[in-house]
């Protein structure tokens, strides 16, 4: 059966789903031996500098494997810097090594905005919390929960927030990613292939947005969860914003080998 990455909206004349030619297969195995090697090491820490080199490298291997999923299909990626409309997302699925290599680089280089980044943090907290509080009185009504069918309370949060506009607090005022080498997986993974103007909130819906969720197969994305559980010290949380606000938090680590 061939292999295809899955996209996130649907797009006019029902497209073909993108498919993973063999190149990107074999990098896509050399990065799960590499993940599997690095559980196995156990490192202290996921702020070792063996660890972050190492997974420096996987991040490297993925980029690869991402463009030869791009240019053995017939679209083009029309994500470019400074674009940042992406970046309104409530970002989830974010992994706790992730994390915490992002809040110590943060407080590293960035110490003197910490204030300022987390008072937005904050307030983006506030308005997930609103609007979670809103779908979840609403899903009382049996008229409206039985209008979303199978449709996930918490999408129509998530949904609600990016159409707030609020910027991730890691952008640049140019709108770039402040952070772009160690962004996160979920970051990476999200591409368009259609006009940035069907990214925008008020046009992500309309059926023109041709955004995908260009990851790996589903035993590779078993290995980072693997690799997040043993550093995991947010209890559980995985949204960008809401696990920055806990871990920065938290007082610098000292160095490790």
């Known amino acids: 059966m061939m292999n295809t990455v899955r996209r996130v909206t649907a797009s006019p004349g029902n497209k073909p789903l993108l498919s993973v030619p063999r190149p990107a297969l074999d990098l896509q195995k050399t990065i799960m031996a590499r993940l599997k090697k690095l559980i196995a090491r156990r490192y202290k820490s996921c702020l070792c500098k063996g660890f972050k080199a190492e997974y420096s490298r996987i991040m490297d291997l993925f980029e690869r494997y991402q463009r030869e999923v791009i240019q053995a299909g017939p679209y083009h990626i029309t994500c470019k810097k400074g674009c940042g409309v992406c970046c309104y997302h409530w970002a989830e699925d974010v992994y706790s090594f992730e994390g915490r290599i992002l809040a110590e680089h943060i407080q590293k280089k960035r110490g003197l905005e910490i204030a300022s980044i987390m ?139």
């Open 119 to 257: 008072t937005i943090l904050k307030q983006d907290a506030l308005w997930r919390e609103r609007i979670k509080s809103a779908v979840t009185a609403s899903m009382k009504n049996p008229y409206y929960k039985k209008s979303l069918g199978k449709t996930d309370p918490y999408d129509i949060v998530l949904s609600g927030f990016y159409q707030l506009k609020r910027s991730c607090p890691l952008c640049g005022k140019d709108g770039s990613c402040s952070v772009y080498a160690i962004r996160p997986l979920t970051c990476r993974i999200y591409v368009s292939f259609s006009h940035p103007r069907y990214c925008r909130p008020e046009n992500i819906n309309d059926g023109k947005a041709e955004t995908y969720l260009l990851d790996l197969e589903k035993d590779a994305s078993d290995l980072f969860d693997e690799l997040h559980f043993m550093y995991d010290e947010c209890e559980g949380e995985t949204g960008l914003r809401s696990m920055m606000l806990k871990l920065l938090s938290k007082p610098p680590e000292g160095k490790f080998l």
